[in-house]
């Protein structure tokens, strides 16, 4: 074993579910390399301290320059606004540190191909954070998907939908100021890039966006609550997405419905550990879908607990992610999913924004 010490940008809910990945991955996983809590940086001083403490750092700074340059630091996580994302991870690989950045892939499409150029000349192991395509249950859908178990798919449904800001009285914040921090920038990247994994590449799509609540105490909103998506992949299904941040009921309501030419599946994250199967066998009075519980024969499952039906929870799927992203390090090869399919779902996010603007189908080759 080999100890790798850790970087951690961003102290809040993200940085602190990375510093708990980084601490329970060797023993989940017996990970090759071990890392070592070595540098938290957050937005001041005082915070940076509290973080260090709470979470096990060596040490803390307020300045993320300080970190990326510290020769005790090996290995960088991004978990700090959108905004800060491109100058970060371009200071990491001119150095010739491996970066992990949370998604979206910077603040806009501009950004993120600057940042797939500075992974692509460093060399450098790079991986984007998209945690909920990582359970065991949507794991194993995408294998499901590549033994045709569900034949040729025809048709995909998704959707990222929460009601954090689905009432209108919520004042206005951080979430509702500036186009990143929209649900197109905010929610719509993780289930795209879903669809991406389970069904392949976007060929075409017709978008609409919009904000419900365009005024909240004590300000205005200037970025989109809920914006949907009907889709022509490249390999000729047919789908739709919609994202929401208004959906009034829903918690965390990362969801999707497959259906192909001797199948389908369907699967709620707010059910994260239940998978649901149908395949055209048997006589028809005995067919229907099957509730699958994930447990030890399911992939990623077993390193967490031993009993199935017991279930894996949100802070798992971010040690798996730990996982790859050691991985990455200890084989010099990047692991899916990279800063180029970070790339490639800001790539869409731009189209649909495009598309609602011309209320036209775009073609995502042309972005």
């Not at 065991?136 to 954090?164: C, K, M, V």
């Not at 048997?282 to 067919?287: K, S, V």
């Amino acid at each position: 074993m080999s100890e790798i010490r850790i970087g951690i940008i961003g102290g809040g809910y993200m940085g602190k579910a990375h510093a708990v990945a980084m601490a329970s991955v060797g023993a989940v996983f017996d990970t090759a390399l071990r890392p070592r809590l070595e540098m938290i940086c957050a937005s001041s001083e005082t915070s940076a301290e509290r973080y260090r403490k709470s979470y096990g750092f060596a040490r803390a700074t307020a300045d993320w320059h300080v970190l990326v340059s510290d020769q005790n630091v090996d290995a960088i996580v991004i978990a700090s606004p959108q905004s800060t994302h491109r100058a970060i991870a371009e200071a990491a690989f001119e150095l010739g540190k491996p970066v992990f950045c949370e998604k979206p892939l910077g603040a806009s499409l501009e950004d993120s191909a600057a940042m797939v150029a500075a992974a692509e000349a460093s060399g450098q192991p790079n991986m984007v954070g998209f945690n909920y395509i990582r359970t065991p249950a949507s794991h194993y859908a995408r294998q499901l998907i590549e033994d045709g178990a569900i034949g040729d798919i025809t048709w995909f449904r998704g959707e990222h939908t929460e009601d954090f800001l689905a009432d209108p009285e919520t004042p206005a914040n951080w979430r509702t100021d500036g186009q990143a921090n929209g649900t197109m920038g905010d929610l719509a990247p993780h289930m795209i890039n879903g669809a991406l994994a389970l069904v392949g590449p976007f060929q075409s799509i017709l978008a609409e966006i919009e904000t419900v609540h365009s005024t909240r105490p004590g300000g205005t909103v200037n970025n989109d609550d809920q914006g949907q998506m009907m889709v022509r992949f490249a390999r000729g299904a047919m789908g739709h997405l919609f994202f929401s941040r208004v959906a009034t009921g829903r918690k965390m309501g990362y969801a999707y419905e497959i259906t192909g030419t001797k199948g389908a599946i369907r699967f709620d994250q707010e059910d994260q550990n239940a998978l649901w199967l149908y395949r055209m066998v048997g006589p028809e009075a005995e067919r229907g879908f099957t509730k699958i519980l994930t447990g030890p024969a399911h992939p990623d499952y077993e390193p967490f607990c031993q009993g199935p039906g017991h279930g894996t929870g949100y802070q798992d799927q971010i040690i798996i992610e730990a996982r790859d992203f050691l991985k990455a390090i200890e084989t010099g090869q990047s692991v899916w999913p990279t800063f180029a399919d970070g790339h490639e779902v800001n790539r869409i996010i731009a189209a649909a924004h495009a598309s609602s603007s011309s209320k036209s189908w775009r073609d995502i080759t042309s972005f």
